[in-house]
């Protein structure tokens, strides 16, 4: 075997061993990774109940209601539909109806979402690049004042 040939044979190995790696931890991680939704994919992709997602929009205005405790359910909308929302725990300092927001849980039958952890933006610029996309599809983006200001437009 010349070296050009044993070169090419340990490139070809180490190409294949690292394949190999990436298919392996991509196939551990397959039901750990939890992929983002607004309320329309939920609907739209028929996504099954017990599936842990992250739900992502704004909070409906009027719909948060306290319970007993640290219960509190709302609904997460992005403007064209919503889903109820059931959440345990305490809620962030800038949780409020009409924030961008993120929950993490799983929907039952019902169609209620189940959350375990919730996020809130935590600055005047932030929101999670998800709902900001989503937002700016939906054409209710409010984080650029330029983007739609009648004025910036002129």
Known sequence: MTRKQRRSVFIFGGVAVLSLAVFLVMFALKDTIV???T???VAEKHIAPGKRIRLGGLVEQGSVKRGSGLTVE???TDTTRAIPVRYTGV???LFREGQGVVAE???DTAG???ADTILAKHDE???PPEVAAALKKEGVWQGDSKA???AAKK
Do not use: C, E, Q, W
Request: aromatic share 20%.
């Open 35 to 37: 992929f983002f939704h």
């Open 39 to 41: 309320p329309r994919d």
């Open 74 to 76: 709302f609904a997460i």
């Open 91 to 93: 809620l962030p300092d």
């Open 105 to 107: 849980g799983r929907l």
């Open 112 to 114: 209620v979402f189940t």
């Open 125 to 127: 610029n932030y929101m």
């Open 148 to 150: 739609k200001s009648p």
